[in-house]
């Protein structure tokens, strides 16, 4: 709920806010969207993921199999490995150096591969697909 | 020297992890005259701090508005200096068996390097379990590894004019290609993409030798290994094309970093519950009386997997910890800053 509020906080103008607060409570951004995870065998599990916190701890709330996050999201291990479905990997973003690097102690990394850690929920992703692999550590 | 070896060491308390808690449970201790040894998988201290984020900034240790992993092991070690504990790297605590009873416990602890202990209490502060390297996902890979499949190079003569290929593009990769270049028959490096996350003058040593036709580079990865009887004769490289190829590989070393794995905690006796090892509030014992959990690796209502939470588990940890290690002493609550025991033993007094 906090991290909630301040990720959103952070992204609105005080006039933003107020509205938000205000007189309209049902407006301004979404802060939550749907996103899908299918598993190695195919079964998929679609949750809510709160705006401003990331895939991985979306994945991790909600129970999603296959996300060790062993490093609890420092960009340290490279066990929250997801392949993001081809028609979001433009709105998810390329991965930046660090995760590059990490990304390198993966198994079969492909060029849709990303560290879901690192990938933080915005309204844009409402309805993101990613895939993860059998085996992350 | 056999019977050296199997003289049982003698101590006080057998620490079981060198991470944040494990380190501060040696200065908690310490403060009741508790005589530690600790014990961890790792070449050194630190534990996560060290091993996963050395260099990444740390805001939430009270005290320290920010610091990195390493500084806040450097500062532990610091800290614990006048407590002189003794420290066993390189090695992994295998079996712990209770030699005492519930008033006066005593325990046997054997590691994989063959050491025996013998200790009053134990502070497990294992953190998610012991460090081990990550198998990548290629077929019957159990079936060759310690013969022809290697994570770490033990024994150099075991690569002698061998067909070598290396698996990564990080410095364990890089270094055991130049080490190993000079001694195997032949060498492949294979790696996902051509940037490597290695001290500059390895990275540019390998390209040397890729260049002089010394060893060979390819971009892929592997996918099946073929052999018998545990020896490797030849693996499927998978190159980023998606193109096949069988290579030659008689040893393989694929080096994807390190995971967590509970290992053999799991086979001590203790209650666990979701490879987690449920501890009281009070004093952090688990089920077993004399030995104890903190850090990472307990579990109780509200449980908050923070390095200050670990740091508050080894202070109460501590005070049990005295009952047992000596039972006829009263234990009088003192504070750092008044006590001059306490400084006598911290050396500042």
Redesign the interface.
């Known amino acids: 709920m906090y991290e909630e509020e301040t990720g959103v906080m952070a992204k609105m103008s005080f006039e933003d806010a107020a509205t938000r607060y205000g007189a309209e409570p049902g407006g301004g951004a979404p802060t939550k969207v749907k996103i899908t995870f299918i598993d190695s065998q195919g079964q998929a599990r679609t949750v809510e993921g709160e705006v401003g916190s990331t895939v991985m701890e979306t994945a991790r709330r909600n129970d999603i199999p296959e996300i060790a996050a062993e490093c609890g999201g420092a960009c340290a291990c490279a066990t929250c490995h997801v392949y993001v479905d081809e028609n979001w990997t433009e709105k998810a973003g390329k991965a930046s150096q660090m995760e590059e690097d990490m990304l390198d102690f993966a198994f079969d990394v492909k060029p849709n591969s990303r560290l879901c850690c690192q990938i933080t929920v915005r309204p844009e992703l409402e309805g993101l697909v990613v895939t993860t692999p059998a085996q992350q550590g | 020297m056999n019977q050296l070896k199997e003289a049982a060491i003698e101590t006080d308390v057998v620490i079981v992890g060198a991470g944040p808690a494990g380190l501060f449970s040696v200065f908690e201790l310490g403060l009741l005259d508790i005589k530690a040894h600790v014990i961890d998988i790792l070449p050194r201290a630190g534990g996560?701090c060290s091993e996963?984020?050395p260099e990444?900034p740390i805001y939430d240790i009270p005290g320290l508005p920010i610091c990195t992993g390493q500084e806040l092991t450097d500062n532990l070690l610091k800290q614990i200096e006048p407590f002189r504990p003794t420290f066993h790297f390189n090695e992994m605590v295998e079996t712990l068996v209770s030699l005492g009873t519930p008033e006066k416990p005593e325990f046997r602890l054997t590691t994989d390097a063959g050491k025996i202990f013998h200790a009053k209490v134990v502070f497990i502060a294992a953190g998610?379990g012991s460090f081990q390297p990550?198998k990548?996902?290629i077929p019957k890979i159990d079936a060759y590894e310690g013969k022809s499949v290697f994570y770490a190079v033990r024994r150099m003569e075991d690569f002698r004019d061998k067909n070598v290929v290396i698996v990564?593009?990080?410095d364990s990769a890089l270094d055991w290609t130049l080490n190993l270049q000079p001694v195997a028959k032949s060498l492949t490096l294979v790696?996902?993409?051509d940037?490597f996350?290695a001290a500059p003058h390895s990275v540019s040593a390998m390209q040397e030798l890729v260049a002089a036709g010394k060893i060979d580079f390819r971009l892929g990865?592997i996918t099946t290994i073929e052999g018998e009887d545990g020896e490797l004769a030849r693996a499927t490289l998978k190159g980023n094309d998606g193109v096949e190829e069988q290579i030659v590989c008689e040893r393989l070393m694929p080096f994807?970093?390190l995971?967590?794995k509970l290992g053999p905690v799991a086979d001590w006796g203790l209650q666990l519950n979701e490879n987690l090892i449920p501890v009281d509030t009070e004093k952090f014992e688990t089920s077993h009386s004399g030995i104890f959990a903190v850090g990472d690796i307990n579990s109780y209502p509200g449980k908050l997997?923070l390095i200050l939470s670990g740091f508050h588990e080894a202070a109460l940890a501590s005070q049990k910890a005295h009952r047992y290690v000596y039972p006829d002493k009263k234990l009088l609550f003192q504070y750092t800053t008044s006590s001059t025991n306490l400084q006598k033993k911290l050396g500042v007094s």
């Open positions: 996560q996963l984020y990444k998610g990550k990548p996902p990564g593009g990080g790696h996902r993409r940037q996350r990865q994807f970093g995971t967590m997997k």
